[in-house]
């Protein structure tokens, strides 16, 4: 009866009943970074921006989506920080952070709002700050926005996007949130990058930037 015993138990670990059916492993974290494509660049780049691309670049990497699974994503930054960008995904993805999309803004023409309310995660776009005709930040690939819905700009009772409404209280942790002490927040710091939503005029949760503009 004990062999019996021994056996069903082995059978019982092999289909492992009482716990959930094992995930294949995830594949590990890849990055590569390239010279930007024209598609890339189509309608986010004009004449007079202040980079030119040769010296933008295009970093494709693993992130993890809300459906808890692996994805490639794509984002458009300044040559002199891809390697950086490279090791804040990879502490993302290491910690299974999600990120619901993360195309070129020229996948929406260039148009932030559109980038924006598609809960887009992206970096260059060749713009001013909103409501000023001071270059972004973006228009020299050195800020990103991450999970813009989940993270939304807000200046006094305006909200970007508008789909962020539903984010407005910062209080109680959801999935892809930047929060003080979180891990998107701590990612981006461990390379230097500073983050909006520490601006007291307004604040602007989906950004990070190599100098907190
Ligand atoms: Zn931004």
Redesign the pocket.
């Known amino acids: 009866m004990r062999l019996v015993a021994v056996v069903i138990a082995a059978a019982a670990a092999a289909v492992g009943v009482g716990a959930a059916p094992a995930a294949a492993p995830a594949p590990g974290y890849s990055a590569t970074v390239s010279r930007v494509t024209w598609s890339e660049l189509r309608f986010s780049y004009r004449a007079g921006c202040p980079v030119p691309p040769a010296r933008l670049r295009t970093v494709r990497l693993s992130h993890w989506g809300f459906d808890g699974r692996p994805h490639e994503g794509k984002l458009v930054v300044n040559a002199r920080v891809a390697r950086d960008v490279v090791a804040v995904f990879r502490r993302l993805y290491a910690a299974g952070f999600p990120i619901r999309r993360m195309v070129p803004v020229s996948a929406y023409r260039g148009s932030d709002d559109a980038s924006m309310a598609a809960d887009n995660t992206s970096g260059f776009n060749c713009r001013n700050v909103s409501g000023t005709s001071r270059w972004?930040?973006?228009a020299h690939g050195l800020?990103?926005?991450v999970n813009p819905v989940e993270n939304p700009?807000v200046r006094g009772t305006r909200v970007s996007p508008l789909a962020g409404r539903r984010h407005l209280d910062r209080g109680s942790y959801r999935p892809g949130y930047a929060v003080e002490g979180g891990v998107l927040v701590r990612a981006f710091a461990s390379v230097g990058w500073r983050w909006?939503g520490r601006w007291t005029e307004s604040r602007?949760y989906?950004?990070?930037?190599t100098t907190g503009g």
């Open positions: 972004s930040l973006h800020a990103i926005d700009y909006g602007d989906q950004h990070f930037s």
